[in-house]
């Protein structure tokens, strides 16, 4: 087959219409001739290899890593300024970096890059990353710089200079073929080295190139396909389709339109499908970078709950502090914006529209908002303070039954869509895109029917926070509590052991996968796509560490916990507090709910009862013979429990001891009780 055949496969294909037009005017321009692509080397030259040696955790069982595993992903050089204004703002020791999809970076202890052109290899580390998104910013190691620049043919200033190897390549050609290489090269001296991102979706059936290091051997690798497809992905943001292959290794590459622009990288594909694959595009691309450039990083409110922190002594000024669980780690962004919405009713039905006053006021379009955010807040916040509330909200936000019209002037149909853009009329998309390809505090102004009146509204924009945490390291962690009963709880972000091995935990999506049972994704399935306010977290029974103590409990997993002793419990930290501050000797009584089964009130409950007395006895031979540290991991702990030990009338000695078991902390928590 002919080069032109690869690049060009819908020329063999039939046409089917039957109108008398000539069928080349039905092609569009792309495929009536052969495009003339920018030089190959230009595009290859700055795609890296990226070799990754990463040590993930376990969530079935948190106190363990798994073993370390070595990994290849692609990545591409691009151009870089800290700071948003480029005049005045913080300059990095490095004017270039490495960008990747997250998923090839993720948990990684090592990360190396190697060129597509030579046998350079320069050490990295990841500096910003969104899970969310997928991309990761990789910084060349300082100790690296040097030898990056002298690899890749880089002054330390970011320009490029003419590498040794190309000069010796073209000494065999001609005098006049050298010269115009020559002439190219030096006005395109930026591109060769470091390539630009097009922030404008590509047009349907446009070709593209993909290059990247897949599996199936161990040089560079260049394929070639057409838009096939503009749509979202399950969080609503950007995504393009394509029919070019890209496999397992492409992840991270670059994928060149015509004019050698970058319009997406290149992120997943559908192994049981034909030719699709999808691109991250250089749209959302941008808005990562804005963010890393702009310095913003996700709040403790977006990680982990809320509860991501640790209590920790501070050496130099006494007294404790709080201190970011990951604080070591990559900066991370925040997540994908939100409207504070639960979710949106398409309009399709006549007498729905009707009902909502829509054909009341003539109106053409829009969606019906089924819950939102603010609401909920209000009503939790008057189940504190015990204030009635009136149904409505004080917030400027949207409500329960708003319909929203457009968002920014940008008209909403029936059916949840919008226009592509302007120019492409006939294309249309989830509305959300308006929003997720917004960063987080951007204002937005909103058309609303309310109450049959319209209004308009201005809401800034915040990250969603999943009440089911659905990314390891970002919102999820395998943090755990062993209530030595060997029972397993797991919960959003902490994991607690308690002393009757009753293995307790957040319920996070990382959690589930890692089942690898369909019965327990499943089961939970209400709970992934449910926004979270607060600190609440699912704590769940995620399975029993099997000992004499808690037979007849043998075999229980995945059960959500209601209860302890009567006290319902928001988060892993409140359920530490109860189990070392609030329950004195006598039974332990766990209630839980087991998803897909009820009683005859509707309503499941399972019950686990053991003795305080014996579960604290067999507490340290359970932890022994898991080879287990300690009973809960240290972000369980709140700041309260850890206050009342630092002053309680024990040593020091005494106080360190107590933190490894539950007993030890139920000494020292619950000795006026």
Known sequence: MSDDEDILPLEDQPLTSTTALDATSLLPPPLLARPKHTSSSSRT???????????????????????????????????????????????????????????????????????SFGPHVVNCEVEWISLPLDLALVKISDGDYDDFCKGWGFESNGMSYNNSSSSSNSEHASEEKFKEEKLKE??????????????????????????????????????????????????????????????????????????????????????????????????????FLQMCRDGMEANLEDRFCGLGSLVVRDAVNGGTRLQYAAEDGPKHVPGITNLGILGAQNLESKALRRHLGLEELNLSGGVRIVGSRSNQEEKEKASVTGAETNGSSSSSGLQCNDVLLAINNEEIGYDGTIQLSPT??????????????????????????????????????????????????????????????????????????????????????????????????????????????????????????????????????????????????????????????????GTLEFHFENTGSTNSDGEADWLICMNIQEVSQSESRILSRHMIASWCSTDAISREVYLEVEKADFTDVEKSAAWSTMGGLRKILCRDK
Not at 54 to 75: A, F, H, I
Request: hydrophobic fraction near 35%; glycine fraction near 8%; charged fraction near 20%.
């Open 186 to 287: 030096d006005k395109t001296k930026k591109e060769l080295k470091l390539l630009s991102l097009s922030n404008t979706l590509p047009s349907l059936d446009s070709n593209v190139t993909c290059v990247g290091f897949p599996m199936g051997g161990k040089q560079i690798s260049v394929t070639r396909g057409v838009i096939s497809r503009i749509d979202v992905d399950a969080l609503n943001v950007l995504r393009i389709q394509i029919d070019a292959a890209i496999n397992p290794g492409n992840s991270g590459g670059p994928v060149f339109d015509e004019q050698g622009q970058v319009v997406g990288i290149s992120t997943s594909v559908i192994l049981k499908a034909s030719n699709i694959g999808y691109i991250i595009p250089g749209k959302v691309v941008h808005m």
């Open 45 to 115: 030259r700055p795609v890296v290899k990226l070799v990754v040696t990463s040590v993930t955790r376990s969530y079935s069982e948190p106190w363990r890593r798994r073993t370390q595993r070595e990994s290849g992903g692609t990545g591409f050089l691009i151009p870089w300024t800290d700071g948003s204004d480029g005049d005045g703002g913080s300059r990095s020791t490095s004017t270039v970096r490495i960008l990747t999809n997250a998923h090839v970076v993720r948990n990684a202890s090592s990360v190396r890059a190697r060129s």
């Open 424 to 585: 492409r009329p006939d294309e249309r998309i989830n509305f959300r895109v308006l929003v997720t390809s917004e960063k987080v505090g951007t204002k937005m102004t909103l058309d609303v029917l309310r109450s049959k009146k319209r209004q308009t509204l201005e809401v800034t924009l915040d990250s969603s926070r999943f009440l089911v945490p659905q990314y390891d390291d970002f919102d999820a962690s395998p943090h755990s509590m062993l209530f030595v009963a060997d029972v397993s709880l797991v919960g959003y972000y902490t994991a607690l052991l308690s002393p009757s091995l009753l293995f307790v935990s957040p319920l996070t999506l990382p959690l589930v996968n890692e089942k690898k049972s369909s019965n327990t994704k499943l089961a939970y399935t209400d709970y992934y796509k449910k926004q979270r306010y607060g600190h609440e977290q699912i704590i769940v029974l995620s399975k029993v560490l099997n000992d004499e103590v808690n037979v007849g409990y043998h075999g229980w997993a995945n059960m959500i916990l209601k209860s302890v002793n009567g006290h319902e419990c928001q988060n892993i930290q409140e359920l530490v507090n109860v189990l070392t501050m609030k329950i004195q000797d």
